[in-house]
């Protein structure tokens, strides 16, 4: 009996390999599947993504069952300016990675973004959807894409949207450290979403390998809301009330990257195969703000 449980275990206990390890989701993808698995993590200081070299040698020297890529450049504004190493990390980087996999027929999950649709729609997008990028960071995202599905047998492609977690930059931090300083505030009430919690994410990322599902999902906590929406949401978990904030247009906000108006996604393949249902992005967010430091 001994005998078949250490063989049963052997089968479940996953050689996980995860890229970008020490950044905002990677960090919950360890914290998420370290317990029951065997984890590595990578990071910038011990592979050049760019460099299909260092892909194949990091990937060789951890042999494992699955690769999960959380590293990529998501400084939408930035890519505009650096196109060159936005596609360098976005795009040739899972070409680096889907080759570096293939022979051995390793898993790959990557995760790529709403920002691949141009935002013309009015219901949310679903997975079949034609992208049309508008922006930098959405083409690099895309080719990264096609990379993956031309190069990978063995995948689970994940498009995601408006990310916050405890360990990186992101929205949520930056209205609470804003509205603690200056106490008027601007935010954009024309561009819709879905704000997803990493460690939601992670739960479904941890989901669909073990259930070894593959091909591409839609993946963000329920809900809809704009920027502006968001950011009155923070503030009242945040208990800061006496913080003035005044809805904005996208045309009076000076950026650099083009930004979809309309971005949600249908999440409906992932509870269908999953048979789970991601939380309302009010608990998440309510639960991320409970974090002691947030």
């Known amino acids: 009996m001994n005998s078949i449980l250490l063989d049963?275990?052997?089968e479940v206990i996953m050689k996980i390999l995860i890229l970008g390890h020490k950044g905002m989701l990677g960090s919950d993808l360890v914290a998420r599947l370290r317990g029951e698995h065997e984890v590595t993590g990578k990071d910038i200081e011990d592979f050049d993504i760019t460099s299909e070299s260092d892909c194949r040698s990091i990937i060789g020297e951890a042999c494992p069952d699955t690769v999960i890529n959380a590293a990529a450049y998501t400084d939408v504004d930035g890519c505009e300016s650096d196109e060159k190493r936005c596609l360098a990390v976005n795009a040739e980087g899972v070409r680096n990675i889907a080759l570096a996999c293939r022979e051995r027929n390793i898993k790959?999950?990557?995760f790529s973004t709403d920002y691949v649709f141009d935002g013309t729609k009015?219901?949310?997008y679903i997975e079949s959807d034609l992208p049309n990028p508008i922006n930098i960071y959405g083409r690099s995202k895309l080719q990264g894409e096609m990379y993956l599905?031309?190069?990978?047998?063995n995948f689970i492609l994940i498009r995601t949207a408006w990310l916050y977690g405890k360990n990186g930059k992101n929205f949520v931090k930056a209205i609470v450290e804003k509205a603690r300083t200056v106490k008027k505030l601007e935010v954009v009430n024309d561009q819709r979403g879905s704000p997803t919690y990493t460690v939601d994410l992670s739960g479904a990322?941890?989901?669909l390998i073990e259930a070894d599902h593959?091909?591409?999902?839609?993946?963000?906590?329920?809900?809809t809301c704009t920027w502006y929406e968001f950011a009155l949401k923070i503030l009242e978990y945040a208990g800061l009330r006496d913080v003035e904030i005044r809805p904005i247009t996208s045309d009076e906000l000076v950026r650099k990257a083009m930004?979809?108006?309309y971005s949600v996604l249908s999440c409906r393949r992932f509870s269908s195969d999953s048979h789970k249902i991601m939380r309302f992005w009010?608990?998440?967010l309510k639960d991320y703000m409970d974090l002691p430091g947030s």
């Open 149 to 153: 599905r031309e190069l990978s047998r």
């Open 259 to 261: 930004r979809p108006r």
């Open 8 to 10: 049963i275990l052997r």
């Open 214 to 223: 593959a091909g591409i999902y839609h993946i963000t906590n329920r809900g």
């Open 205 to 207: 990322v941890k989901t």
């Open 282 to 284: 009010q608990i998440a």
């Open 108 to 110: 790959i999950v990557h």
């Open 122 to 124: 009015t219901t949310p």
